[in-house]
């Protein structure tokens, strides 16, 4: 069993029939001896989904949102998470990831940016993490590599992430 928020706590005591005020009480009674403590949970989820599944901040916040950490506490977890380390981390998931894909560049290219996107990075760390990846693995992909703009790339992700939507009938 993993430790568990406030929220979830919450949660489990409601779905059980316990009174909003009785928990109220149990769970405040918990933070006050330590049993309950979401920013040691928040900072511990870090790391670990962190280090054991390579996500990045993005995807590390909407974890802790959805097990009802408060935005600050989640921040300040994430405060740990540099932007340095997760490139580091995006290009070690690359380089392994690479050893066991094969295809055409273009379509490596586009499963391995695929792959981190859904990991939570952001545009512009994906796209130089694999440019670089495949520089380095063979001629045909460096020869590839060489004419991607990863900066160009990214700009462009951003701003199509950044329209604002359009509702269709």
Do not use: C
């Amino acid at each position: 069993m993993r430790p568990r928020t406030r929220a979830e706590l919450a949660g489990a005591l409601a779905r059980r029939g316990i009174s909003e005020e009785v928990a109220e009480q149990v769970l405040d009674r918990y933070d006050e001896v330590g049993i309950v403590d979401d920013a040691a949970f928040a900072r511990a989820w870090v790391s670990s989904r962190h280090n054991g599944r390579g996500l990045a901040r993005r995807a590390l916040a909407n974890e802790l949102r959805q097990r009802g950490v408060d935005g600050e506490v989640a921040g300040a977890a994430l405060d740990g998470l540099d932007e340095e380390t997760e490139a580091q981390t995006a290009r070690a998931l690359v380089e392994r990831k690479l050893r066991s894909t094969r295809g055409e560049p273009d379509a490596v290219f586009r499963r391995l940016v695929g792959m981190l996107a859904r990991k939570g990075y952001p545009a512009g760390v994906a796209f130089r993490a694999v440019k670089d990846a495949l520089a380095a693995q063979s001629a045909e992909a460096a020869e590839f590599a060489e004419h991607i703009d990863a900066d160009a790339m990214a700009d462009a992700e951003h701003d199509l992430d950044s329209r604002p939507a359009r509702l269709t009938d």
